[in-house]
């Protein structure tokens, strides 16, 4: 979701683009210090002062929307027609020019704050876990490092990774929250000794007073909104990238988390946000409604702004019938958001998770865990 105040002046353009310039695009843009959008419009500007480009491939494309200065999709669409080719080619042309005149620089030119991911959807049993943790995995895999925070009362996140618990006497998150912490956050850490992540990878295990998250935090009478980004700030500058397993409701916790993955001053456009797992059915649309309306919410309370990085289909499977195929048109039919992955079931993931061993490090060449490194490299810019 993009910010509403910065699109009273853009209008939307929808056109086709392939995940792999979608991602060289996200990658290239953060690394310049620039959001998306304003990457495409200087990709366009460019594009209109080269009268002639040479065609690019354009095979996979998928349905994608950018806000462009208001004017700009008109402008764009009529200049194709003059050239007499399609959209999905201009936009091709455009985007493949812009990067080979910007390079990847030897390091990024703005400074942001670290990438805040809550991996959220109200509705149980769409993955939330699995990605989250995959996730996680393959940015510490990539050299990034990594705190992986379980969320979620249910604990199924430090449960398949094999963690007993929190340490000895530390404390739990939601005893931070509350300001009753005696000892450091950090001492309630526990590092994944998995020789692949080079101890990288911390998780803030989950603990069973997270139950009673909603009605202790309820009786706050003041900071209650911000409690959770005050509990993880004193660790925040020893991470690259905090991702949150959330809740599988819409209750007080969630909004919490919908607070901490919240633009922060001077963040770029989709550095930080809510990603989505969901199936190939309708629970999962009305589930994604709900949480839109929460997150509308919370901004038109807050005045924040709260980006969606979009979605992963978890567990689909063309096989199951028309009906299946049809909500997986309907994922990739949106635009902003748009789907980001698409994870097939297969056995790996269903085993890595029955054995409580990390997916890559279970099945490192599995397609699941592919599919997550890709995400991981997009998600990372």
Known sequence: MTDQKIDEAREKLLVNLSPELRRDLRIRAAEHGLNMQDAVTSALNQWYDTPTSHEVKTYGAKSWGVFLPAGGPERFTTECDRRGITKVQGMAQALTSWLEVHPSPKQRLVAQPVKRILVG???????????????????????????????DPQAHLTSRLQIPGLPEGADSLLTHMLGEGKKHLARSLVALPH????????????????????????????????????????????????????????????????????????????????????????????????????????????????????????????????????????????????????????????????????????????????IMRTLAKELAA
Request: glycine residues 8%; hydrophobic residues 40%.
């Open 121 to 151: 959807n109200q509705k149980g049993g769409v993955g939330k876990t699995f990605v989250a943790s995959g996730l996680a995995q393959a940015m510490a895999e990539a050299g990034l490092n990594v705190l992986l925070v379980d969320y």
């Open 195 to 370: 020789e692949r992540f080079g101890g990288r990878l911390h998780v803030l295990p989950a603990h069973r007073d997270a139950f009673l998250t909603d009605v202790k935090l309820a009786t706050l009478q003041v900071g209650r909104d911000t409690c959770l980004a005050r509990a993880l700030a004193p660790i925040e500058d020893s991470y690259d990238v905090i991702i949150l397993d959330g809740p599988p409701n819409l209750g007080l916790a969630m909004d919490l988390a919908i607070n901490y993955a919240q633009r922060r001053p001077g963040e770029l456009i989709d550095h930080s946000g809510i990603l989505m797992p969901v199936w190939s059915d309708r629970a999962s649309f009305d589930a994604y409604s709900l949480l839109c309306d929460q997150i509308n919410a919370h901004m038109r309370m807050t005045g924040a702004v709260v980006d969606q990085l979009g979605f992963v289909v978890n567990a689909y499977d063309a096989r199951k019938g028309v009906v299946t195929r049809s909500f997986y048109e309907g994922w990739n039919e949106l635009t902003t958001p748009g789907v980001l992955a698409t994870l097939k079931d297969t056995i790996e993931g269903r085993e890595s998770s029955d054995y409580q061993v990390p997916l890559l490090e279970y099945a490192p060449d599995s397609e699941q865990a592919h």
